[in-house]
């Protein structure tokens, strides 16, 4: 079972680049996460979606977008990148909080992260 | 700003001892949520504390909720080299969805 998983792992981006990062999770969750992490700042959540065909912003959603075309996968993009983007970027997904009390227990389940440097 | 701060922010202690980290919030929660991380690793749930509970324990961990005090603390008992990581608290905020918001995290070491 391979649970969340982000690619690329790394990526070094110029100034003004895009790229996106892929997550792909395989648990059937509803709900999916991207998070950046940042020293000393803990992990902010960037945009989020609730499920297939639907996103919403976080706390930091300026210079990124994303969308989640099939419920698998969901996706963030940088149009342009800056170097306030360079970060440690994770997804996670979770069940729905309408779900069931024995299949919601409310955690979320993490990818092992994409570490972006934009020069 | 933050949801969540944690004290310390960095603590040293020899195995066998305990582990304290504290955890305080802001606004109300649903529950909080106390999540490990290995170096260079995602983060891993270790446990869930509903705001209706005071206490709940999982094997060598121990965490309390004061919601009167918005505040939170993960116990770990009799510490091994192998529970070296950093550890975030995570609140879900009442009428916040099931998004969770993480706290700045203890990095945690333990020394043989």
């Known amino acids: 079972n391979a649970g969340v998983t982000q690619t690329p792992k790394f990526r070094v981006l110029k100034t003004g680049q895009s790229m996106t990062l892929l997550c792909a999770q395989d648990?059937?969750?509803?709900?999916m996460y991207w998070y950046r992490q940042d020293p000393g700042m803990g992990l902010r959540l960037i945009h989020y979606?609730?499920?297939?065909?639907?996103?919403a912003k976080g706390e930091v959603p300026d210079g990124y977008n994303v969308s989640r075309l099939k419920k698998q996968n969901f996706l963030l993009g940088l149009e342009s990148a800056a170097p306030s983007q360079t970060s440690v970027y994770f997804c996670?997904?979770?069940?729905?909080?309408?779900?069931?009390?024995?299949?919601?227990?409310?955690?979320?389940?993490f990818g092992e992260g994409s570490r972006l440097t934009v020069l | 700003s933050q949801q969540g701060e944690e004290d310390p922010q960095a603590l040293s202690i020899q195995e066998g001892e305990n582990a304290t980290m504290n955890c305080s919030y802001k606004t109300s929660i649903n529950n909080l949520q106390w999540y490990r991380q290995n170096s260079g690793r995602g983060l891993v749930h270790l446990i869930l504390i509903r705001s209706n509970e005071r206490e709940k324990h999982s094997g060598r961990l121990r965490v309390t909720l004061d919601t009167s005090k918005k505040s939170s603390s993960l116990l770990i008992t009799a510490s091994r080299a192998a529970d070296t990581a950093s550890y975030f608290c995570?609140?879900?905020?009442?009428?916040?969805?099931?998004?969770?918001?993480f706290g700045t995290g203890t990095q945690l070491k333990v020394e043989l």
């Open positions: 648990m059937n969750h509803e709900y």
């Open positions: 979606s609730v499920g297939e065909g639907t996103t």
């Open positions: 996670a997904s979770s069940y729905s909080s309408n779900r069931a009390p024995r299949l919601n227990t409310g955690e979320l389940f």
């Open positions: 995570a609140s879900r905020i009442t009428g916040g969805g099931n998004k969770l918001t």
